[in-house]
């Protein structure tokens, strides 16, 4: 029988039960001073002696008593047969209170001649002039930096005192295989752990992960029961939801208490809290994205509460850049694409779904809609939180478009130059759209080869008012793929995969159709749309569909065989004002480079011909093989 959540707790409940429910363990280690960086510290460090112990020399010259250097001018100089020769960090012996730099300085047989008195403790590092004995170097609660470490070993620190926290963490579930080994269908690799362990890690707590347990009660018991004697915080991965296999809570609910299990918040809804032992037992979900947000709202919160560092995180204001809906009652928490747009900060929401795990790989910040909130209208300005260095906003290029393999590469070439590219694939209607609202730097399309853009009804539609520019990428091959190599009579016989209308790919399909006489009717498939050629590519892999239309360049990546029908510009639109844009401007030089058109040519499929050319909407004649130092007005 499968479980319902029939009382969900709130965001805000669950977490202030699981920070009011456990209080701070209070266990400290000392640790060597090498291996501090990241910990927090637990009791006061003090300088074991003072730096210098001893005045030293700040600069080469010589040390002098700066009352025998009184009255000395360039008119009245003077000479001091009474000094010592030092260099920078020498001792200055106790009879000296000055140094001369030896700039200043003249020979004069074994004396030396100055012009300019000297001050007292001139160029000089008096003693504890960084640090005196036993006076404060760190304070309880610091945060350990790497810059601390050099301070600490100059002052005669070996180790340090730290916080610590024992996290014991269990994967559960038999459809579970060990990082390393290839997962068969119907498996999938244990990741949420190794997450959790790296995570928790970086903020100090000191992580053991348990083996692999299978989908057996007594199994979950017996490592529960070890793992609440080792430590202070207990996860339990994969086994929190209300499915018919689940027995986290079964099993803590036989050793302990059970808190809550479920709580209002996506992805992340199964979550569950319970005690054993005084220690708290946390249940992760499996999906990908809830068990991080369950580790960041969460799992997070209770170490600080114990004093251990946050989870770094940096809100920003951004405007969205489409509506963002959300099921009111539920705090939610949305992966986003941040990036400088003109004067705003436009963040685009990379979708929702919990399995999703390359969301977050792809988005640099997330943000989070209260419960009470039923979503927010595109534009609007709310928080988010960057997951990255916040200086990455102003290298980051946005795309809103059609993907293809080529732009994967621009992307890995564009990274060497220090700009990041963060791009979505809607398809190309989206894009036009993303940049008449500005919320998008450019726009990847897939267009008719060699057509006039004038008779493409979609871009007319969607253009108006926009003075764009076209800078071609490819021509491509667009086809058949299939595993089985087939072709366009076979399309009867065969499980076929379409994408939506208005797409290129659409468009030359239905052509092909009516040039073959085939009744679309007679195509099994045909009405089911997926977005493009890289998910039609997904579901003939999958064994969804047989066959569908997409590019050689995806196919080829994809290892599924190709037959050629048609060809298409593969182009990257933007505002023409955009071209004076530094991070445009560096695109349109890597595309022109001979690096990126050798990387498309060894991948095959790509028509290089027209490589970099830049035009304008209504004309196909030729901008500029290269971006022009000033752009003219007028060029349409």
């Not at 498939?525 to 064994?543: C, D, F, K, R, W």
């Not at 047989?546 to 990257?572: K, N, Q, W």
Request: hydrophobic share 40%.
């Amino acid at each position: 029988m499968v479980k319902r959540y029939l009382e969900l707790r709130s965001f805000d409940e669950a977490r202030d039960l699981l920070r009011k429910s456990f209080p701070r363990p209070d266990k400290t280690e000392k640790v060597p001073v090498m291996q501090a960086a990241g910990r927090i510290v637990a009791s006061p460090v003090h300088a074991k002696y003072s730096v210098p112990e001893v005045n030293l020399a700040a600069m080469d010259g010589i040390a002098v008593r700066s009352r025998d250097t009184v009255g000395a001018t360039d008119t009245n100089p003077i000479t001091i047969d009474h000094f010592s020769r030092v260099n920078t960090g020498n001792i200055v012996p106790p009879e000296f209170d000055a140094v001369i730099m030896i700039e200043d300085v003249w020979e004069a047989g074994d004396d030396f001649r100055i012009r300019k008195s000297a001050t007292p403790r001139q160029h000089i590092r008096p003693a504890g002039e960084d640090i005196r004995k036993n006076r404060l170097v760190l304070p309880k609660g610091h945060l350990i930096r790497p810059f601390d470490i050099g301070a600490l070993a100059t002052y005669g620190i070996t180790t340090v005192e730290v916080l610590a926290v024992n996290v014991g963490i269990i994967p559960t579930g038999s459809e579970l295989v060990p990082l390393g080994v290839r997962p068969a269908p119907g498996q999938v690799v244990e990741s949420n752990t190794i997450m959790a362990q790296v995570f928790l890690s970086q903020m100090g707590a000191r992580c053991t992960r348990y083996p692999i347990v299978l989908d057996d009660p007594d199994l979950i018991r017996d490592t529960l029961r070890l793992a609440v004697k080792e430590n202070d915080l207990v996860l339990i991965s994969a086994g929190s939801s209300a499915g018919t296999r689940d027995f986290t809570e079964s099993v803590i609910r036989s050793l302990g208490e059970l808190i809550f299990h479920g709580v209002a918040v996506k992805p992340g809804k199964p979550a569950m809290l319970g005690r054993v032992n005084n220690t708290p037992v946390l249940g992760l979900p499996g999906y990908p994205l809830a068990a991080q947000t369950v580790l960041r709202e969460f799992a997070a919160p209770l170490l600080e509460s114990w004093g251990f560092a946050p989870a770094p995180r940096y809100p920003i204001t951004v405007h969205l850049a489409q509506p963002l809906v959300s099921d009111l009652g539920f705090d939610e928490f949305v992966p986003v694409f941040i990036g400088r747009i003109g004067d705003r900060i436009i963040g685009t929401a990379h979708g929702k779904g919990a399995a999703v795990q390359m969301a977050t790989v792809k988005a640099n910040g997330y943000t989070h809609i209260p419960a009470s909130v039923e979503g927010y209208e595109g534009g609007t300005a709310i928080e988010a939180f960057l997951t990255t260095d916040p200086g990455s906003v102003e290298r980051t290029v946005m795309l809103t478009g059609t993907l293809d393999p080529a732009l994967e590469e621009l992307a890995l070439l564009a990274q060497d130059e220090g700009l990041f590219i963060h791009a979505t694939n809607p398809g190309n209607i989206a894009g036009l759209r993303s940049l008449a609202k500005n919320t998008c730097h450019a726009a990847p399309l897939s267009l008719p080869a060699h057509s006039l853009l004038t008779s493409y009804e979609p871009l007319i539609m969607y253009h108006e008012g926009l003075d764009l520019a076209f800078i071609h990428l490819a021509t491509m091959e667009l086809g058949i793929a299939s595993r089985d190599g087939l072709d366009t009579g076979d399309l009867p016989h065969a499980k076929f995969i379409n994408t939506r209308k208005g797409t290129p790919s659409r468009s030359i399909f239905d052509g092909l159709l009516k040039r073959e006489g085939i009744n679309p009717a007679q195509v099994d498939g045909y009405l089911l749309e997926v977005h493009g050629p890289q998910a039609v590519a997904a579901a003939i892999l999958n064994g969804f569909a047989d066959a569908g239309m997409c590019t050689s360049g995806i196919a080829v990546a994809e290892g599924l065989r190709f037959v050629p029908v048609a060809h298409e510009d593969y182009e990257l639109v933007v505002q023409s004002e955009m071209l004076y844009d530094p991070r445009i401007s560096t695109l349109v030089s890597l595309i022109t480079s001979p690096r990126f058109q050798a990387i498309l040519k060894k991948k095959g499929g790509y028509d290089l011909t027209l490589t970099g050319i830049i035009r304008g909407l209504n004309s196909e004649r030729i901008l500029s093989p290269l971006l022009p130092k000033n752009f003219p007005a007028g060029y349409t």
